[in-house]
């Protein structure tokens, strides 16, 4: 019997062995082939940011260059720029993209200052057409016009008769 209990053993182990070795070579375990992948798009790269709002642009040179009165040329268009969006006359998209277009370009401050005073002058324009618009009366027409007198009930009617 210790003939046999040994034959089990040696099997035993040549088996253990053959499956550990297996392992260690890598068959049997499942692999991952990879794909090329391709030459344009590459893991590395940095996400895009997202493009500057016009909002973001005006607090940022809100942050940086209003200064009050004592500001200089940049601070007065910034000031104003400001006071009327807070008004309601907001800058259009084209004011915006080169108000944004005009900060990339910065320490040069010579862009910034045109854009500004463009967007000074388009909110002006608005303004002055809001001013006659109200002057005219808001439109042009009114609905109902003078109110039909009233009587409450004060006067009876005569009865016909």
């Not at 392992?23 to 940095?46: K, M, N, V, W, Y």
């Not at 080169?98 to 303004?127: D, F, G, S």
């Not at 007198?149 to 009617?157: A, C, E, H, S, V």
């Amino acid at each position: 019997m210790t003939s046999q209990n040994g034959r089990r053993r040696l099997v035993g182990a040549l088996a253990g062995g053959m499956v550990a070795g297996a392992l260690f070579a890598g068959i049997g375990a499942p692999t991952a082939f990879a794909a090329p992948g391709d030459d344009e798009s590459t893991d590395t790269e940095a996400p895009a940011q997202p493009a500057m709002t016009g909002d973001q642009a005006l607090a940022i040179i809100q942050q940086d260059y209003d200064l009050g009165a004592g500001g200089g040329q940049l601070s007065n268009f910034v000031h104003e720029v400001l006071v009327l969006r807070n008004l309601g006359f907001r800058p259009s998209k084209a004011n915006q993209t080169a108000i944004i277009e005009a900060l990339e370009k910065r320490p040069n401050q010579a862009p910034l200052v045109e854009a500004l005073k463009a967007t000074v002058a388009y909110q002006r324009r608005i303004q002055a057409q809001a001013a006659a618009q109200q002057a005219d009366g808001g439109g042009g027409f009114s609905i109902g016009g003078a109110p039909a007198p009233f009587d409450q009930g004060g006067t009876i009617m005569p009865y016909p008769g």
